[in-house]
């Protein structure tokens, strides 16, 4: 009895001691190698983002850099000020929501101006003329009136985001001007956004794919300690200047220098909105 007793204990402390390890490895791809508070469905987050990663890399990517390499600057220049002056009516719409009613008057006056002496919009004489755009969106606005942000979540195809700011995201999608319009238009409408807004942001990734040792991670970080910083008041700060001319391909340029960020602000974000301001389906 115990002769056969022996082998069997022998046998088993190597299994459990391959099995405790296999546990902690799946635990660790589980919670990921820093765990947030913030972030407790971090392994279904990076599960989305792995995802979110391929259809980049192999889809978006390439027509972006595809859609960069036939259009010329200015062409994606008038692109960019249409699909922007479309997003001003929402973002008036939550200025106005949060009580910003002069914030609110000055986007009805740039959509005025552009719509009427910019063609549509696509050439933004507003901001030369001293009328700033403002960056808000209804996530913001309920953040305003006191909800609060909730987990960090990573949305298939759109990218991070909240609890809160995902609510508000397929709010502000359902009142943009275009989800008004016939699906034949609609439908292009939002994939020329989308290209148009994935092209403009070629550098940042790139520079994001050089610098960062987790991806996961720091694009979190980036866009949560953005979205931290909108909150506390710097609504209307630029992302960044990654180095990178819009007119250029998104190449970067040479003699750019990268932009102080202001305190409490990510050095980088990467990913400025998970919102385009064309809807889906």
């Not at 942000?149 to 508000?168: E, K, N």
């Not at 999608?173 to 290209?195: D, H, I, M, Q, W």
């Amino acid at each position: 009895m115990h002769q056969t007793r022996r082998p069997r204990t022998r046998k088993s402390l190597p299994a459990l001691a391959v099995s405790m390890v296999l546990l902690s490895t799946i635990s660790a791809c589980a919670t990921g190698p820093t765990p947030n508070p913030g972030d407790p469905l971090e392994g279904l987050n990076r599960t989305t983002y792995q995802f979110n990663d391929v259809l980049d890399r192999t889809i978006a990517k390439p027509i972006a850099q595809g859609y960069n390499a036939v259009t010329p600057g200015p062409v994606r220049t008038m692109v960019n000020n249409f699909f922007s002056n479309i997003g001003d009516a929402t973002v008036m719409a939550n200025d106005l929501l949060q009580g910003r009613i002069a914030d609110g008057t000055g986007d009805f006056m740039r959509i005025a101006m552009n719509s009427v002496f910019g063609i549509g919009g696509l050439v933004d004489f507003a901001t030369p003329a001293g009328l700033p755009k403002h960056d808000q969106d209804f996530g913001l606005t309920l953040g305003h009136w006191g909800v609060p942000a909730g987990p960090y979540v990573v949305l298939p195809l759109f990218g991070p985001s909240t609890a809160r700011d995902a609510v508000g995201f397929a709010v502000d999608l359902e009142a943009s001007p275009t989800s008004f319009l016939k699906p034949a238009v609609r439908y292009p409408l939002f994939g020329l956004n989308f290209v148009s807004s994935r092209a403009r942001y070629l550098g940042a990734t790139d520079l994001l794919s050089a610098a960062a040792l987790d991806k996961y991670t720091f694009t979190r970080d980036a866009y949560l300690g953005r979205r931290q910083y909108q909150m506390t008041g710097g609504k209307d700060e630029a992302l960044p200047d990654y180095g990178v001319d819009p007119t250029a391909g998104g190449k970067p340029t040479t003699d750019a220098q990268p932009a102080s960020p202001p305190a409490n602000s990510p050095a980088v974000s990467p990913t400025p909105s998970p919102a385009p301001t064309t809807p889906s389906n």
